[in-house]
């Protein structure tokens, strides 16, 4: 029976479309083979076509400075200017922070610099540790109290008690304010559309741009020390918080709001009473992100003053002294850990409506766990007070694996520095130097129209005009021969990460008790320090852009394996069973049942790496790269807004044409799929 042809009208715009596919694709090959021939000839058929005319360039970076520099100098509300405002903010905002850090750390304090006096001692480590215990305990019972409670002994036990407690002062502060301004920004996106399309471009820069990049300006406006590291934290961490809660409120199924209509419920009560609530799970996701991305950002914000864990690491590094490093970032690991499980259980807690026993009537009685939460806060005030020497573990008694490390590294250089040695060099002449002049050689306008052609095959115009823009804009704010060294080596990063990380995610996912395992080393890998990475690294290779690549592929390599697993793990049993019925080896329903219908989620996790290897290459800047990461830092040095922003919307750009590109992909093969 023959099948019946498809409507006049219908066939005409399948003509279209497929006439509009084959002519990108044909535009695709004329670009891509033009582009070849034009590196293969060499610059002689047209120098502006490869390098940039300076003379043309946008002089987007003085502009920056100079507007900075009227921001902070010049500009005013009348009353009070620009800068007073941001320093009465950074005032508002040490307020909570010096009560923190009193209560955990320094205790509070007469007087300023050397000549302060302690009047009142922080809370003793034991008392710390009974309350998060006790926390934990009331959130997810006795497993939950006991691993919180070894997670905070860690920090004692190792030495680390005093910096942990100043950055968790400093998590203590930024994520209340991350979460609220994250929550009404999220709120204005769901009930206002043009609110929405008009921060998802910015969300996507704060999420793209390097940190070091706006360390400059907030340094500028907020000055230097802890509370400029906080607004820095914030503005790091808040963006995943504003697009949790727009999913969350518009997930909330209709039936609920229109009971909420059905009841009478104002505009105020239908947003607090039964929006909010309806969505809050995925909100503490969301809380839950920004305390992990605000623990992220300890390193960084030490650089302008936060100290803490995160001072630990960079001074580590700084010496090389890898043992302290690793001890330090260890340290952030159990903290993020802990506060993790916490955020986590809370969230679920949140969810189960309070039961209250008959007969309580008293405040201790309705709130037992606070009350001995306020117990608990007055005795270990009290025992510091009598014993100060009861607020950290005394040195004595504290442990160290510093001298182990440092003794595993240097007999890695002695016995192995010839083997090691050749790697490094054989990768760079073989692999790093051609890929890096080959990509340093192409002609910036054949690029361009690659990536717009590659747009517009994907997703359209749109996509194309945006591809198009974006690496336009690098070349003309001067960044491209930067931005190609960025490219090359974070490509050969994501490959190599890819390489090692779908073999090992395909490895774990049928196998549960392995994959249980190996989540937990990739909330490791997750949560330590990207600077911790480093240290390795430049001990055992020195500097230079092998060692980057290493550092780069060491963190960049847990997404691959995570989506990898996650993927195979959500193939429909049923297609694998009507695989093996039909006669497939193991191998054969891997390569053509498994991995085609995991392909959607693979392309997100390349997605993934490529944005965790562009994250970790700003930092490899530390380590003698000359790419976008290293202007970034040098403008940071120099104090340099306009020079620091454009490198960081370099990056930035980079990050959102491979993010849009590879999205739209993905979403092609969902679409062939379905």
């Given at each position: ?238 963006p995943p918080m504003a697009r949790i809660t727009i ?152 442990l160290s694996t510093g001298t182990f490390w440092n ?155 995570r989506y990898t697993a996650l993927g195979l793990q ?105």
């Amino acid at each position: 029976m023959n099948p019946l042809p498809a409507p006049p009208f219908e066939a005409a715009e399948t003509d279209k479309t497929s006439t509009g596919k084959r002519l990108a694709d044909g535009a695709l090959a004329i670009v891509a083979f033009t582009v070849l021939m034009a590196w293969w000839l060499g610059p002689s058929i047209g120098q502006w076509a490869f390098d940039y005319p300076r003379a043309w360039q946008i002089p987007a970076a003085r502009h920056i400075s100079q507007w900075m520099k009227w921001l902070v100098n010049e500009a005013s509300f009348g009353l009070f200017s620009f800068t007073d405002f941001t320093r009465f903010i950074a005032d508002l905002i040490d307020i909570p922070y010096t009560l923190a850090l009193g209560l955990l750390a320094t205790g509070f304090l007469s007087g300023q610099g050397s000549a302060a006096v302690q009047i009142v001692p922080p809370i003793s480590f034991l008392g710390v540790i009974l309350l998060v215990g006790l926390l934990g305990y009331y959130a997810g019972g006795r497993r939950l109290a006991t691993l919180v409670v070894v997670c905070f002994g860690f920090l004692a036990a190792f030495g680390q008690w005093s910096s942990a407690m100043v950055t968790l002062a400093s998590i203590l502060v930024a994520v209340p304010i991350g979460v609220a301004f994250g929550l009404l920004l999220g709120l204005a996106g769901y009930r206002w559309p043009w609110v929405d399309r008009a921060i998802t471009p910015l969300l996507d820069l704060m999420q793209t741009i390097p940190i070091f990049a706006y360390l400059v300006p907030i340094l500028f406006l907020f000055g230097f020390g802890p509370t400029a590291a906080i607004v820095g934290t914030v503005i790091y961490a808040m963006p995943p918080m504003a697009r949790i809660t727009i999913l969350g409120l518009r997930a909330v199924p209709s039936e609920i709001r229109d009971l909420g209509h059905m009841v009478g419920c104002s505009r105020h009560q239908m947003t607090w009473k039964v929006m909010v609530p309806s969505a809050a799970d995925p909100i503490m996701v969301g809380v839950n992100q920004v305390i992990m991305l605000s623990l992220n950002m300890v390193i960084i914000a030490s650089m302008i003053g936060a100290g803490g864990l995160g001072f630990e690491v960079l001074a580590a590094l700084r010496r090389l002294d890898i043992g302290a490093g690793f001890e330090a970032g260890f340290a952030i690991v159990a903290l993020a850990v802990a506060l993790d499980r916490l955020s986590q259980a809370i969230a679920r807690k949140a969810g189960v409506p309070p039961v209250l026993a008959e007969g309580r009537t008293s405040l201790v009685q309705r709130h037992p766990y606070l009350s001995a939460a306020l117990a608990v806060i007055v005795v270990s005030l009290i025992a510091s007070l009598l014993s100060p020497s009861l607020a950290t573990l005394p040195d004595s008694l504290t442990l160290s694996t510093g001298t182990f490390w440092n003794e595993v590294v240097k007999w890695i250089n002695i016995n192995f520095f010839d083997v090691l040695e050749v790697i490094r060099t054989t990768l760079l002449l073989n692999l790093l130097v051609p890929v890096k002049r080959f990509l340093a050689e192409l002609p910036w306008l054949g690029v361009v129209a690659l990536l717009a052609i590659a747009g517009f095959r994907l997703g359209g115009f749109r996509l194309a005009a945006l591809a198009g823009a974006l690496s336009f804009l690098i070349a003309a704010t001067g960044q491209w021969e930067k931005a190609m060294v960025t490219v090359y080596l974070c490509g050969i990063a994501v490959i190599i990460a890819s390489l090692i990380g779908i073999p090992i995610g395909i490895l774990a996912a049928e196998r549960e008790r392995v994959w249980r395992w190996l989540q937990v080393v990739i909330d490791t890998l997750q949560t330590l320090p990207s600077f911790v990475y480093l240290m390795p690294a430049v001990m055992l290779f020195r500097v230079g852009d092998f060692t980057a690549l290493i550092a780069i592929v060491a963190y960049a390599v847990a997404p691959a394996i995570r989506y990898t697993a996650l993927g195979l793990q959500r193939v429909d049993p049923k297609v694998i069973e009507a695989g093996r019925a039909m006669g497939c080896t193991p191998f054969q329903i891997l390569t053509k049942i498994k991995l085609k219908l995991a392909l959607p989620e693979l392309m997100l996790g390349l997605n993934q790496t490529i944005m965790f290897a562009l994250s970790m290459l700003v930092i490899t800047a530390l380590v003698g790269t000359r790419d976008l990461g290293q202007e970034v830092y040098i403008a940071l040095t120099k104090a340099d807004t306009g020079r620091g922003i454009v490198a960081g919307l370099a990056v930035a750009f980079i990050a959102i044409i491979a993010d849009r590109l590879i999205s739209a992909g993905a979403a092609r093969l969902r679409e062939r799929m379905a």
